[in-house]
Nanobody, 124 residues
């Protein structure tokens, strides 16, 4: 099993930046495809970004493309989400997730392990 802990959330003004981190323990992170999801109040949890085990393949939701960047450092067992040009509609609890496999995965049921989430609030 792998345990995931997110950090780096907070309050930021529109147009600002944040970098989220997801630290893994229990098993080497290079066994897992990693994803970031978010959930705003009253809404379903939605896909934000994902990265393959090696980091060679990434994909993003259209709403964050060209603003967010997912990356990973397998030596540090950590995945990152760099968020730039933040908008009020990016306000949500952000979760990292992991699953074994070689592909990119886009839906909540496809991931086996989840962190507890970190709050991101973007003020206008």
């Amino acid at each position: 099993q792998v345990q995931l802990v997110e950090s780096g959330g907070g309050l930021v003004q529109a147009g600002g930046s944040l970098r989220l981190s997801c630290a893994a323990s229990g098993r080497p992170l290079n066994s897992y495809t990693m994803g970031w999801f978010r959930q705003a109040p009253g809404k379903e949890r939605e896909f934000v970004a994902a990265i393959s085990r090696s980091g060679g393949t990434t994909d993003y939701a259209d709403s964050v493309k060209d603003r967010f960047t997912i990356s990973r450092d397998n030596a540090k067992n950590t995945v990152y989400l760099q968020m730039n040009s933040l908008k009020p509609e990016d306000t949500a609890v952000y979760y990292c997730a992991a699953r074994s496999g070689a592909s990119i995965y886009y839906t909540v049921p496809q991931y086996n392990y989840w962190g507890q989430g970190t709050q991101v609030t973007v003020s206008s």
